[in-house]
């Protein structure tokens, strides 16, 4: 795997949390920055997906889907036990 060099200006306080996070984690703070850079663009995309996903969606044709769902009650198995 090819990886790249980028000199990062972090707020020092910033970084200082970052490095107890990582610490915590017992990870370094490059492995930590590149997960939470990870992380931040797998949620930025998510939200892509969905945003595109609705351009095409149609409120009658979901509340068509739903009207076909039938209803007939849960299995014993997937009911949820009260608290």
Do not use: C, H, W
């Amino acid at each position: 795997m090819t990886k790249a060099n980028y000199a990062l200006r972090l707020q020092p306080s910033l970084k200082a949390a970052a490095e107890r996070m990582a610490q915590a984690d017992g990870t370094s703070l490059n492995q930590f920055i590149n997960v939470a850079v990870a992380e931040k663009l797998s949620a930025l995309n998510t939200e892509q997906f969905f945003k595109d996903r609705a351009q095409g969606a149609s409120r009658d044709a979901f509340l068509g889907f739903l009207d076909g769902a039938g209803d007939a009650p849960p299995n014993d198995g997937d009911r949820i036990k009260p608290a």
